[in-house]
């Protein structure tokens, strides 16, 4: 499994407008196919950050995702929205502790 942080920093004012976009597409984000958690963070200190929390299958279900038409419209729309480029990473999970 894949485990993908996106940090992205908002203009304060379009914080509203990436959060109408978020909810209106959350729903077909996580039906991607490989897609099989999504959240979304607020940052404790900067209410203006937020980070997607995303578990995918694979790099393969991940890039598909990025490849999609889905993708070629919200990844655009929330770009215009930054304040400062976004920070991205993926992880493997190694260890869960119950």
Not at 4 to 10: D, K, Q, Y
Not at 14 to 35: E, M, S, W
Request: aromatic letters at 12%; glycine letters at 4%; charged letters at 20%.
């Amino acid at each position: 499994m894949l485990i993908r942080v996106v940090r992205m920093t908002f203009a304060p004012e379009q914080v509203p407008a990436f959060l109408n976009l978020f909810h209106a597409t959350k729903h077909r984000i996580r039906q991607q196919p490989g897609c099989r958690h999504l959240e979304l963070w607020q940052d404790a200190a900067s209410p203006n950050v937020y980070c997607t929390y995303s578990h995918w299958e694979d790099e393969a279900a991940l890039n598909g995702y990025r490849k999609s038409e889905l993708f070629g419209e919200v990844w655009p729309a929330t770009k215009k929205l930054f304040a400062a480029p976004p920070v991205a990473f993926s992880s493997e999970s190694v260890a869960v502790v119950e």
